[in-house]
């Protein structure tokens, strides 16, 4: 597991709100599973390896699958 201390984190401006626009692109990670296939970020969101997202709210987005041409 990879943590880093959220105390000490740093953005350019504050930790981007969890329902903005730019959520899970410009949080930083807190929490780092990747044998589990999802990370923590600063603000609250938990992101998922196949591009969704959970919300602190739990408000959830599922990533359009993606066809695979044969």
Same mark, same amino acid.
């Given at each position: 597991? @990879? =943590?880093?201390? =959220?105390?000490? @984190?740093? @953005?350019?401006?504050?930790? *981007? ?6 959520? *899970?692109?410009? +949080?930083? =990670?807190?929490?780092? @599973? ?13 992101l998922f390896d196949d591009?969704?997202?959970?919300? *602190? +709210? =739990? ?9 695979? +041409? +044969?």
């Amino acid at each position: 597991m @990879h =943590t880093t201390d =959220t105390s000490t @984190h740093r @953005h350019q401006a504050t930790c *981007p709100s969890a329902d903005g626009p730019t959520s *899970p692109v410009a +949080a930083c =990670t807190v929490a780092a @599973h990747p044998e589990q296939g999802w990370s923590l970020l600063c603000n609250g969101v938990v992101l998922f390896d196949d591009g969704g997202y959970l919300l *602190p +709210a =739990t408000t959830s987005t599922v990533q359009a699958a993606q066809s695979v +041409a +044969a």
